[in-house]
C-alpha cells in the first residue's frame, strides 16, 4: 500500500450494500444466536474481499470495506470508545427521517471518553489493507456525532455538563483516535461529520434553539473539534471530510443550502478532501464552493446520488463541473457520489447492480474531465 496517498480524482464515501450473505449471517449472529462470532467474521472476511475486488476492477484508486461489519455508519465506531454505550428504547424513539424512523438505538456518555487500543476499526483496516492492492480507506464518524447525537439527559458525567469541557474531551478522543489509525497504516482516513449540513436546516437549527444551544455557536466549535482532531496528524496522512443530509433506506433528515457553514468547513477545519452532497436541490446552488481557498485541498461535489437506481447521463455531470468551476479550480474538485450506498444495513433502496453502474460512472466521469482517476 503507498505510505502517502495522492490526490486522486475518483472516490466513493465508503458504505456499500451488504451481501445477502453478511444480512443473513448478521441476523442469525445477533437476532437468533444460530452463528458464531467466529462464523460471523469469516462471512464477513469473505464479502470484504470481494468488494475490494469489485472496487479495484472497476478502476477506482481508493477502496473500502464497504463497512460490512457494521449496522450503522456511527453508532458501531461510538460503541466501542471508552465512556460512551449505546442504549435501545421503544421503536417510536427512533430519529425521524422522511417517512421512516431510525432504529431506536441511542448513545449514553458514561464515562470519560477515551479511544482504546483494540477498537476493532483498527483491525478493519489492516485486514482492508492487507487486502488490496490501491489505497486503501476507512470512514469513521466525526467528533460532533458524539455531541449532537447525544442527548442532554444521557451525558452524566457532572463535568462533561459544560459543554467547552466536553468538546474538548471528544477532540482528545479524535485526535488520539487519528493516531492510532495512522498507527495501524491508515495514510487515508475519512471523518463523516454530517451535521455541519444539518445546522443549514430551519428546523433544526429551531430544535437547537429550543434546547438552548446557539446553532451557529454550534457550527463554531464543532469546526474547532475537527480540526483539533486532525490538526497534529503526520505529513504522510490525508484527511477526508463527508457532509450530507441524512440516508436511511434512501431518505434524508435535512435541508438547506452550505452558506452558513461553507467558510467553517473551508477555512477553519483543514481537511485536504471535502464530501459534498449535491444530489438534488436540497443541497442549494454551488456558491459556497467560493469559500474554497487556492491551494492543495480538493472538494468532490456528489452529483451522482446514491439513493435511487436512476443513472446520471456523463453530459449532465460534465455541465454540473463546468458550473462549479465558476466557483473553484476545477484542478480542485473531484467526482463521487453524494452518499454511502448504505449507512445502516439496511442500505438504500436500489440493487447491487444499480451500485455497481454509479461507481463505474464515477470512473468514467473522472477520465473523461480530467484524463484521470
Same mark, same amino acid.
Not at 14 to 34: D, I, N, W, Y
Not at 62 to 83: C, K, N, Q
Not at 85 to 107: D, I, K, M, S, W
Given at each position: ?35 458464531? #462470532? ?21 478502476? %477506482?484508486?481508493?477502496?473500502?470495506? =464497504? ?12 460503541? &466501542? %470508545? ?48 492487507? !487486502? ?53 497504516? +491508515? ?9 455541519? &449540513?444539518?445546522? +443549514? ?66 477555512? !477553519? ?13 436540497? #443541497? ?47 484542478? !480542485? ?5 453524494? +452518499? =454511502? ?26 477520465? &473523461? ?5
Amino acid at each position: 500500500m503507498p505510505s502517502s496517498p495522492r490526490l486522486h480524482r475518483a472516490d466513493h464515501v465508503g458504505s456499500l450494500l451488504r451481501p445477502s450473505a453478511v444480512k443473513q449471517a448478521r441476523r442469525q449472529h445477533f437476532e437468533e444466536g444460530t452463528c458464531s #462470532a467466529e462464523e460471523l467474521k469469516s462471512i464477513e472476511d469473505t464479502a470484504v474481499t470481494e468488494l475490494i475486488r469489485l472496487q479495484e476492477d472497476i478502476g %477506482l484508486p481508493v477502496v473500502t470495506d =464497504g463497512e460490512v461489519r457494521r449496522s450503522f455508519w456511527h453508532y458501531d465506531f461510538m460503541g &466501542a %470508545l471508552e465512556g460512551l454505550e449505546l442504549v435501545q428504547r421503544e421503536p417510536a424513539a427512533g430519529v425521524q427521517f422522511h417517512g421512516v424512523n431510525l432504529r431506536p438505538t441511542f448513545p449514553t456518555i458514561t464515562g470519560r471518553l477515551d479511544f482504546p487500543d483494540d477498537h476493532p476499526m483498527l483491525e478493519h483496516f489492516k485486514f482492508l489493507a492487507d !487486502q488490496t492492492r490501491v489505497i486503501p480507506k476507512i470512514s469513521i464518524p466525526g467528533p460532533s456525532c458524539c455531541h449532537f447525537r447525544t442527548a442532554k439527559a444521557d451525558i452524566h458525567p457532572p463535568e462533561y455538563r459544560d459543554p467547552e469541557f466536553l468538546f474538548a474531551e471528544i477532540a482528545r478522543t479524535y485526535a488520539k483516535a487519528v493516531q492510532k489509525f495512522y498507527e495501524a497504516g +491508515c495514510r487515508y482516513l475519512q471523518l463523516d461529520d454530517i451535521f455541519f &449540513a444539518h445546522l +443549514c436546516d430551519p428546523h433544526i437549527r429551531e430544535q437547537k434553539w429550543q434546547e438552548g444551544q446557539d446553532p451557529d455557536w454550534l457550527i463554531q466549535r464543532y469546526a474547532w473539534m475537527m480540526h483539533e482532531a486532525i490538526a497534529k496528524r503526520p505529513a504522510d496522512m490525508r484527511i477526508g471530510m463527508h457532509i450530507c443530509r441524512g440516508n436511511y433506506k434512501s431518505t434524508w433528515i435535512a435541508d438547506g443550502p452550505y452558506d452558513r457553514v461553507a467558510d467553517a468547513i473551508f477555512n !477553519q477545519i483543514g481537511a485536504d478532501i471535502y464530501f459534498l452532497e449535491y444530489d438534488t436541490d436540497r #443541497a442549494g446552488g454551488l456558491e459556497p464552493l467560493r469559500y474554497l481557498a487556492k491551494g492543495s485541498q480538493r472538494v468532490y461535489p456528489g452529483f451522482i446520488t446514491t439513493k435511487t437506481g436512476l443513472l446520471e447521463s456523463l453530459d449532465d455531470l460534465k455541465r454540473r463541473f463546468e458550473e462549479a468551476s465558476r466557483y473553484a479550480d476545477m484542478d !480542485q474538485l473531484g467526482i463521487a457520489p453524494q +452518499c =454511502g450506498f448504505a449507512s445502516t444495513e439496511e442500505g438504500n433502496t436500489i440493487t447491487e447492480e444499480d451500485q455497481k453502474r454509479k461507481l463505474e460512472l464515477v470512473v468514467k466521469t473522472a477520465e &473523461a474531465i480530467w484524463g484521470e482517476v
